[in-house]
């Protein structure tokens, strides 16, 4: 589908667990391109509202379409054409080599019984590359660091190839260099592709260099959304995070520090 049709919709969409809602009655739309960030507390309900975002989980109320589809209309192949995701926690079930698990990534390209092809092996190398994994393919996931092994998950996820990224916490365990490379590969997405990206972040100053648009969780049913410099204000993350903060600017950047 294309048009004015966003890439992700939520309508009244209610977020919550064991009789606790996260969020309530929350109405987001995402457009090819855009790149929004999720922020809030520990415990605020992020990931839980990414699941749901993702079709992985249920929500309370309401209801999400990607593209204009439900998750149940579209089924879980044509689902994973779209929608890539990212989860905060991840297994290994078993034993492969980082090539193996990046090829991965294409199986939702393949018919029913088929196998990688010299141009899906292709696609996953330059994945690989992309996230600095080039000279691992033949390591042992098992011996591979956490930070490595975000990167890792990072190709097998530009492999897959989705036009709509949904993303828990994509920087976890990397480095400053590799936190600004990877941020930098989905905003090229963004930018190069048309593809919309969604995540969870812990650092504001980052939502504001690299997102259009932030969505604030108060963990309480409460939830705020809209252009990150509106959003992004000293006044508004001293809430969400309760505990005053202060910005600093420099060289068109701005950073949020404790006071």
């Given at each position: 589908?294309?048009?004015?049709?966003?890439?992700?919709?939520?309508?009244?969409?209610?977020?919550?667990?064991?009789?606790?809602?996260?969020?309530?009655?929350?109405?987001?739309?995402?457009?090819?391109?855009?790149?929004?960030?999720?922020?809030?507390?520990?415990?605020?309900?992020?990931?839980?509202?990414?699941?749901?975002?993702a079709?992985?989980?249920?929500?309370?109320?309401?209801?999400?379409?990607?593209?204009?589809?439900?998750?149940?209309?579209?089924?879980a192949?044509?689902?994973?054409?779209?929608?890539?995701?990212?989860?905060?926690?991840?297994?290994?079930a078993?034993?492969?080599?980082?090539?193996?698990?990046?090829?991965?990534?294409?199986?939702?390209?393949?018919?029913?019984?088929?196998?990688?092809?010299?141009?899906?092996?292709?696609?996953?190398?330059?994945a690989?590359?992309?996230?600095?994994?080039?000279?691992?393919?033949?390591?042992?996931i098992?011996?591979?660091?956490?930070?490595?092994?975000?990167?890792l998950?990072?190709?097998?996820?530009?492999?897959?190839?989705?036009?709509?990224?949904?993303?828990?916490?994509?920087?976890?365990?990397?480095?400053?260099?590799?936190?600004?490379?990877?941020?930098?590969?989905?905003?090229?997405?963004?930018?190069?592709?048309?593809a919309?990206?969604?995540?969870?972040?812990?650092?504001?100053?980052?939502?504001?260099?690299?997102?259009?648009?932030?969505?604030?969780?108060?963990?309480?049913?409460?939830?705020?959304?809209?252009?990150?410099?509106?959003?992004?204000?000293?006044?508004?993350?001293?809430?969400?995070?309760?505990?005053?903060?202060?910005?600093?600017e420099?060289?068109?950047?701005?950073?949020?520090?404790?006071?």
């Amino acid at each position: 589908m294309s048009g004015d049709i966003p890439l992700l919709e939520a309508r009244k969409l209610s977020v919550g667990i064991g009789g606790k809602t996260f969020c309530r009655d929350l109405d987001l739309t995402l457009q090819p391109g855009e790149r929004l960030a999720i922020l809030g507390r520990n415990g605020a309900g992020k990931s839980t509202l990414l699941s749901v975002l993702a079709g992985l989980r249920a929500p309370q109320s309401g209801e999400v379409r990607i593209d204009g589809s439900s998750y149940t209309q579209l089924g879980a192949r044509q689902s994973a054409l779209i929608r890539g995701w990212l989860p905060q926690v991840r297994g290994d079930a078993f034993a492969s080599t980082v090539l193996e698990t990046a090829l991965v990534g294409r199986h939702p390209h393949l018919e029913r019984w088929g196998w990688e092809s010299d141009k899906d092996a292709k696609i996953v190398r330059a994945a690989l590359a992309a996230v600095d994994l080039a000279a691992f393919e033949q390591r042992d996931i098992q011996t591979l660091s956490g930070g490595e092994r975000q990167r890792l998950a990072i190709a097998t996820l530009l492999a897959q190839a989705p036009r709509l990224f949904l993303l828990d916490e994509p920087i976890a365990h990397l480095d400053l260099k590799h936190q600004i490379a990877m941020l930098e590969l989905f905003a090229t997405a963004a930018r190069d592709c048309r593809a919309a990206v969604a995540m969870v972040l812990h650092e504001p100053a980052l939502a504001w260099r690299f997102c259009d648009r932030a969505l604030l969780i108060h963990g309480d049913g409460r939830s705020e959304t809209g252009p990150t410099r509106e959003m992004l204000t000293v006044d508004r993350l001293s809430a969400l995070y309760q505990y005053p903060l202060q910005a600093l600017e420099s060289e068109g950047r701005i950073s949020f520090i404790p006071r």
